[in-house]
């Protein structure tokens, strides 16, 4: 008899599960790629962060179109904080209209990994942390920069 009652417990417990289950979820489609949809120059303030210290400038992040649905080639300028670098990243879909970009190798064109967003306002943000030697001291630099589209 228990062993009647535990198979009919069993089955009702796996009945309840597969229920639970629904494919009823809409799928999400995009009119174009990541890699093209991210594309645009973004004009703001960088910020180099050095051990409290703050530096603030004007420059651009700039973001186009390479081989590749979910690549981007990414380019930081800021003249007066010395910043000119170009790297690859992926890029992916966040939701509607919102990019994310990311490149975890630090042997990138910012010989540091790097992230951030696109949303869909036109705006745009990165942060990478780039460690310099001077003799025997390691200074850590934190970059981040946030913009709107021109």
Same mark, same amino acid.
């Given at each position: 008899?228990?062993?009647?009652? /535990? &198979?009919?417990?069993?089955?009702? %417990? +796996?009945?309840?599960?597969?229920?639970?289950?629904? *494919?009823?979820?809409?799928?999400?489609?995009?009119?174009?790629?990541?890699?093209?949809?991210?594309?645009?120059? /973004? &004009?703001?303030?960088?910020?180099? %962060? +050095?051990?409290?210290?703050?530096?603030?400038?004007? *420059?651009?992040?700039?973001?186009?179109?390479?081989?590749?649905?979910?690549?981007?080639?990414?380019?930081?300028?800021?003249?007066?904080?010395?910043?000119?670098?170009?790297?690859?990243?992926?890029?992916?879909?966040?939701?509607?209209?919102?990019?994310?970009?990311?490149?975890?190798?630090?042997?990138?064109?910012?010989?540091?990994?790097?992230?951030?967003?696109?949303?869909?306002?036109?705006?745009?943000?990165?942060?990478?942390?780039?460690?310099?030697?001077?003799?025997?001291?390691?200074?850590?630099?934190?970059?981040?920069?946030?913009?709107?589209?021109?």
């Amino acid at each position: 008899m228990k062993k009647v009652r /535990y &198979i009919t417990m069993a089955v009702i %417990a +796996l009945g309840c599960l597969l229920a639970a289950c629904s *494919g009823d979820e809409e799928e999400i489609t995009f009119d174009q790629t990541a890699g093209e949809g991210i594309v645009g120059e /973004y &004009i703001g303030e960088w910020i180099q %962060a +050095l051990d409290g210290d703050t530096t603030r400038a004007q *420059g651009t992040l700039s973001f186009s179109k390479i081989e590749g649905d979910y690549l981007t080639q990414v380019t930081a300028v800021c003249p007066d904080l010395k910043i000119d670098l170009t790297s690859k990243a992926n890029v992916s879909h966040t939701n509607a209209d919102n990019y994310a970009f990311v490149n975890n190798s630090p042997g990138n064109g910012f010989e540091a990994s790097f992230f951030g967003r696109v949303s869909s306002e036109n705006k745009a943000n990165i942060q990478y942390t780039k460690s310099v030697k001077s003799g025997r001291f390691t200074k850590t630099f934190n970059f981040s920069f946030s913009g709107t589209k021109k």
